[in-house]
């Protein structure tokens, strides 16, 4: 069973960079398929942030591009998350999922990043 | 303001029929058969329901079906039952730019 779990501080600074991480097990990264990122802010809808093919191309929301880094460590079978200069507005449930032809079969609970001083 | 338009709120009555649409443009949902459907319950994960417009995964109830025409795409959800009742998103392709987008979500409602 593909189970994936994501980790990381539930509170960051403004200014400063949100850094997430997602346990792949059940499964090999490096057999195949896309690894996302989506968020959703509290209350309200999803938001795709990003994506990582096993060989390492990356695909970002344009409206994120400019603050975020998706990357994969195959020998920890996990993947990364890095959203710099974070902001109130970033304050949401973050979760990693698998997908291919963007269906995301397999999600991560989620975990709760707040953006507050 | 979300890329993909969803109504806010749809309802029925447990045995009926509902459908949600989701309506993109010929940039997306438009122009790839790459439309998926997720559940989501208050404070969970969001659970694939269909996939690449009308694909049912394992394990998923045959009463979900999902269809597209034109700019629009729709599920439903037929036999209505009270574990029915939770939030609806679609996700579409949106060229090699874009890439991903979702609605902005239904509540479906129970009565």
């Known amino acids: 069973q593909v189970q994936l779990q994501e980790s990381g501080p539930g509170l960051v600074k403004p200014s400063e960079t949100l850094s997430l991480t997602c346990a792949v097990s059940g499964y090999s990264i490096s057999s195949g398929y896309y690894w996302g990122w989506i968020r959703q802010p509290p209350g309200k809808g999803l938001e795709w942030i990003g994506s990582i093919y096993h060989s390492g191309s990356t695909y970002y929301n344009p409206s994120l591009k400019s603050r975020v880094t998706i990357s994969v460590d195959t020998s920890k079978n996990q993947f990364s998350l890095k959203l710099s200069s974070v902001t109130a507005a970033d304050t949401a449930v973050y979760y990693c999922?698998?997908?291919?032809?963007?269906?995301?079969?397999?999600w991560g609970q989620g975990t709760l990043v707040t953006v507050s001083s | 303001q979300s890329a993909l338009t969803q109504p806010a709120s749809v309802s029925g009555s447990p045995g009926q029929s509902i459908t949600i649409s989701c309506t993109g443009t010929?940039?997306?949902?438009?122009?790839?058969?790459?439309v998926s459907w997720y559940q989501q319950h208050p404070g969970k994960a969001p659970k694939l329901m269909i996939s690449e417009v009308s694909k049912r995964p394992s394990g998923v109830s045959n009463r979900f079906s999902g269809s597209k025409s034109g700019n629009t795409a729709s599920l439903t959800i037929s036999g209505l039952q009270s574990e029915d009742e939770a939030d609806y998103y679609c996700c579409s392709y949106a060229g090699s730019s874009t890439f991903g987008v979702f609605g902005g979500g239904t509540k479906l409602t129970v009565l």
């Open positions: 999922a698998r997908h291919l032809q963007w269906a995301f079969d397999y």
């Open positions: 010929s940039s997306d949902v438009g122009s790839y058969n790459l």
